[in-house]
């Protein structure tokens, strides 16, 4: 297999060309546009110089090498004549199909995905991104590592004559299989401590930012929170969650967190091996899918968040969509085009400061809609539970008797199994009379 190291590409800054197949899979709106145009970020992401770029028209995938044979033999004369040293395709190649390729070419040959890995890779800041990058790309390399010998099928056979490069085949797999569960392992342990770790959060309600790479999801956090989060205009600038509290003004906050981007076909290796970091999306009460409406692709870049989210099992997560760098939009009725294909959508500028006092205002109505009114029958002793009521409540009417104390509020119904565990009786729409015992 061949391997592709960034920080390598940085330092020789390697000439690449790009190449795309569109199918008639192909949205309209890309083919008609420039469709190279994201490969053309993930490359300069990665320290590539691109040099060239080829594209092709077909009903289906050639099985040896993806792009028809005329094709292969136009790749080769732009590779000479331009002195490339990779060609990056822009669609996910198979390992016969990689091997094929670089063999007619004389060059490495690289795909999309494998590009993406890498770029995470140089990313990667805490011990737990690299662990979670380290597992992507081993599950990414290890049916590659199964196909790479098969030319050696001829040395099969019994104990004794099997052949050198199939006996180190199997070691190389057995130690890529026991790293990668030696990973799954570690994650796991992180997964249940950043769960324990999120739910010690139920009394604060959370938001998570969520949107397309480069959407500017840590702009608007620094001006929601002044968290100083990077935000460079670079593809996934962020890969590790960052979490800071959102003063309203007025009074009240939650915990706002930012998460790693999201691209058109994101590997799925990466969704996997990245549930640790986005435990936050996964438990929020609601998610801001932050999108760059000046970006023409803007549409289909909501649909391959709303994918991923999907894939999460986050579909049917509370969302407003929010219609980012509206400053930069000069056609109006783009806007209208997103926000229609949403319920709930606002427009702002994070680098302006637009809309910023009417999303805190939507942010906090759409919480609202999670609280619930109920009346609460607690002993008139019970201090602590009391003060939870007046932390965590809107405190409509108190009524004492002897012995009870009787209030009606409004509160999140995330808070209601906690009173139930300190002992209350809760009376409600949705609860009657509910009781248990500390």
Not at 21 to 29: D, G
Not at 40 to 50: E, F, P, Q
Not at 316 to 334: F, I, M
Request: charged residues 30%; aromatic residues 4%; glycine residues 6%.
């Amino acid at each position: 297999m061949t391997h592709f190291t960034v920080n390598d590409s940085i330092k020789r800054r390697e000439r690449a060309i790009l190449v795309g197949v569109l199918n008639p899979e192909t949205p309209e709106t890309l083919a008609a546009d420039d469709p190279l145009d994201e490969l053309r970020g993930l490359a300069k992401t990665a320290g590539l110089v691109v040099v060239g770029s080829l594209i092709q028209k077909r009903q289906r995938p050639d099985v040896a090498t993806y792009i028809g044979s005329g094709k292969v033999e136009e790749l080769k004369q732009k590779v000479e004549v331009n002195s490339a040293d990779v060609v990056v395709f822009d669609n996910d190649l198979a390992p016969s199909q990689t091997r094929n390729l670089e063999k007619a070419l004389g060059v490495k040959v690289i795909d999309r995905t494998e590009v993406i890995l890498d770029i995470f890779a140089t990313r990667a800041r805490t011990h737990e991104a690299h662990l979670q990058v380290e597992l992507a790309q081993l599950e990414y390399a290890l049916p590659r590592l199964k196909r790479m010998w098969t030319h050696l099928s001829r040395y099969k056979g019994g104990i004794g004559v099997r052949g050198p490069g199939e006996k180190q085949l199997e070691e190389d797999r057995r130690l890529v299989e026991h790293r990668i569960r030696d990973l799954k392992q570690k994650l796991a342990k992180i997964q249940a401590r950043k769960e324990r770790e999120v739910a010690s959060r139920g009394d604060v309600a959370t938001v998570s930012l969520v949107g397309y790479t480069n959407a500017g999801k840590s702009t608007l956090m620094n001006a929601l929170t002044d968290a100083g989060v990077e935000a460079e205009d670079k593809l996934f600038a962020t890969l590790d969650t960052r979490t800071r509290r959102w003063h309203f003004r007025g009074g009240g906050q939650v915990l706002l967190s930012d998460t790693v981007g999201f691209i058109r076909n994101l590997p799925h290796t990466l969704v996997a091996s990245f549930k640790a970091t986005l435990e936050e999306t996964r438990r929020a009460d609601l998610l801001l899918h932050v999108v760059d409406a000046s970006d023409p692709e803007a549409e289909h870049q909501v649909e391959a968040v709303e994918a991923v989210l999907a894939e999460l099992g986050l579909a049917e997560r509370p969302v407003l969509l929010v219609l980012n760098k509206a400053d930069r939009v000069t056609d109006r009725s783009v806007l209208d085009v997103l926000s229609a294909r949403a319920g709930q959508s606002i427009v702002i500028s994070a680098a302006t400061g637009q809309g910023l006092n009417a999303l805190e205002a939507k942010v906090r109505a759409l919480l609202a809609e999670g609280d619930t009114e109920i009346e609460v029958c607690l002993p008139v002793t019970d201090g602590r539970l009391l003060a939870f009521l007046r932390q965590h409540a809107a405190i409509r009417d108190e009524a004492t008797d002897e012995t009870q104390l009787r209030v009606r509020c409004r509160i999140a119904r995330r808070h209601l199994a906690a009173l139930a565990e300190q002992g209350a009786l809760i009376q409600s729409d949705a609860t009657a009379a509910v009781a248990a015992s500390a």
